[in-house]
């Protein structure tokens, strides 16, 4: 066993020495590969043979594995049968070739078999005459390639950790999106976010290509074609988002402001928590904050006939005065469909804002619906019907000097419609 | 953000000329003129100073803004006092012109207004339905002031003048 031991350590070291002695030779970078992959030279054979000879001090049948398009085929799996004997398992080298040692009897017969995906089915068998056996070349005929790149959108950002599985010629493959990552250099690199490659192996170039997409939030999408209609660029999938959300949005923050289309203006910050009672999920509590912003456009008369008069240079301007009111207070909304649809989810509610101004609370239904544009924010358009109080300057002309002016508590009641966004997580 | 407040309120007027009958405003010049009185035809002098111009009883005014916006002219009886932007004295105003009061076919730009033109006040009250009486022999002062376009505050004045009517 040692003595064993002993030789396998020398054909390691022989086989590392090789090795060592290429990469020397070649330098770094693209010289070291191709010397790698070229075709061994007779004197090379020879030596290789020799060394082995040198070891195990009687002759062996070295074998080489070489690729129909003269490259070496390096680290590859082979089945051997030696004159129908059991089988044995040998890999080649890095230089493509792997050895034999013969036993007592000369070998008539050896049965090579390869079933690597990469490469067509190998099943060959070599008689040798002699027992001076010249190396065994085999060729072996490698299977159709793609070099498949995919980048994967959600509207325009690339979205990573998308799921890809790619099926063809009868195999599958996995793969992910990848996302941002930092570099050798220490840069945040985003180069490839939502991209990924993957070598495919086919026997035809008329086998069928399917690549299926999924991520969690996003509908499936699948892409088929030929595999010689791949044209080897980029191929851009775009994800639509999921019919329903594929989480409770229980917390629901929330800003809206009225369209400037209106005389009053409310702007307001609010948070909702959607309750599950059971599986009753429709009711949302929470608060709102904001202040109602309102003009109200004021005539004063001064003297008599000017209003009257024909002349517009002569007629008092409307002024327009704006109030702003703070508020803050609690409010409830009850989905009106499945709050988890995330296009047209409707809903209504009433809110009790205490006006600090006024120092009263008011009540404003509203009603309103909301589309998400991704994943969880979302857009919302919102009737709102307020009604407050509020201190109103009212001015009287004073034909001997400035206006006099004195406050009146009015009542605002408007009927706003407005546009918010909606965070939910 | 949550306190109720008002905007657009009436500024105070940081300009201040203590020879304007209101301080607290931009000033309307008058500049020296002569005018025909009507009632005698006799050509008068208003010469822009400190010192009593000799009048006839339907003396004629002008200035040279033009008449765009709110003015008025008011004739009193004794030196009008302001305090806190308004006239305290307002019952010794006799006679008063505003734009309400330009006939239509009037040239907006002359600034000029004759004693006709204007009406008598009685009882700080305008007596729009008659002709304004003559004036009668005394001491008397007139100014000039306007309203900004919302009619809310003053924003423009002249200075106080004097005249005496001897007839």
Not at chain 2, 135 to 150: E, H, P, S
Request: aromatic residues 14%.
């Amino acid at each position: 066993m040692k003595h064993l031991s002993g030789l396998a350590f020398l054909v390691l070291l022989i086989q590392y020495t090789s090795v060592c002695q290429v990469v020397a030779d070649s330098g770094f970078g693209n010289s070291e590969t191709e010397t790698f992959y070229q075709l061994p030279g007779i004197d090379q054979v020879n030596a290789y043979s020799d060394s082995l000879k040198a070891v195990y001090k009687k002759k062996l049948l070295t074998v080489y594995t070489f690729s129909v398009f003269n490259e070496i085929v390096p680290e590859i799996q082979l089945q051997v049968s030696v004159d129908e004997e059991n089988i044995l398992e040998y890999t080649t080298d890095n230089k493509g070739r792997f050895f034999i040692i013969p036993g007592d009897e000369p070998i008539k017969k050896i049965h090579f078999q390869c079933t690597d995906s990469n490469y067509h089915l190998l099943d060959t068998i070599v008689l040798l005459e002699s027992f001076e056996p010249e190396p065994v070349y085999l060729w072996l005929q490698p299977k159709n390639k793609l070099n498949l790149r995919c980048k994967v959108y959600a509207g325009t950002m690339p979205i990573e950790d998308v799921n890809s599985k790619i099926i063809c010629s009868g195999k599958t493959y996995n793969n992910k999106t990848l996302g941002c990552y930092t570099d050798n250099e220490q840069y945040w690199n985003c180069l490839y976010l939502g991209m990924f490659r993957q070598q495919v192996v086919f026997e035809n170039p008329g086998d069928s290509l399917r690549i299926e997409f999924s991520k969690e939030g996003y509908q499936n999408q699948v892409i088929q074609m030929k595999c010689n209609d791949y044209d080897g660029s980029i191929i851009s999938v775009k994800l639509k988002y999921s019919e329903q959300l594929t989480f409770t949005p229980k917390h629901n923050f929330s800003l809206k402001a009225t369209l400037p289309v209106f005389d009053s203006w409310l702007f307001a910050l609010g948070y909702s928590h959607l309750l599950n009672i059971g599986d009753f999920n429709r009711i949302g509590i929470g608060f709102e904050g904001g202040m109602v912003v309102s003009t109200i456009t004021s005539e004063l008369p001064t003297f008599p006939d000017i209003q009257n008069s024909t002349d517009s240079s002569y007629i008092v301007e409307t002024s327009d005065t704006s109030y702003t009111s703070g508020f803050i207070g609690p409010k409830v909304t009850i989905w009106l469909n499945n709050p988890l649809n995330r296009k047209f989810g409707m809903y209504a509610g009433i809110s009790a804002p205490y006006f600090l101004s006024q120092k009263e609370f008011h009540l404003h239904p509203f009603i309103g619906t909301r589309i998400y544009l991704d994943l969880n924010k979302a857009l919302f358009v919102e009737a709102k019907y307020i009604s407050y109080k509020l201190d109103v300057l009212e001015y009287s002309f004073n034909p001997y000097g400035n206006a006099s002016s004195n406050t009146i508590n009015q009542s605002i009641n408007k009927l706003l419609i407005n546009l918010g966004l909606l965070v939910s997580f | 953000m949550f306190m109720g407040f008002s905007c657009n309120q009436p500024e105070e007027i940081t300009v201040y000329d203590e020879h304007l009958i209101f301080p607290h405003s931009f000033e309307i010049t008058v500049e020296d003129y002569s005018f025909d009185d009507k009632s005698d035809g006799n050509k008068y002098f208003v010469i822009a100073d400190s010192i009593a111009d000799t009048l006839g009883t339907e003396p004629c005014f002008r200035w040279v803004n033009k008449l765009n916006g709110v003015n008025t002219i008011a004739i009193s009886n004794e030196p009008l006092v302001v305090e806190n932007y308004e006239i305290v004295n307002k019952a010794s105003i006799i006679w008063q012109w505003h734009t309400g009061m330009v006939k239509n076919n009037k040239d907006t730009t002359a600034s000029f207004i004759e004693f006709s033109e204007g009406r008598q006040v009685f009882n700080k009250k305008i007596l729009y339905e008659t002709q304004p009486l003559p004036l009668q022999n005394g001491l008397y002062f007139w100014a000039v002031w306007k309203w900004d376009k919302t009619g809310k505050r003053i924003i423009a004045s002249t200075e106080q003048y004097s005249f005496v009517v001897d007839k």
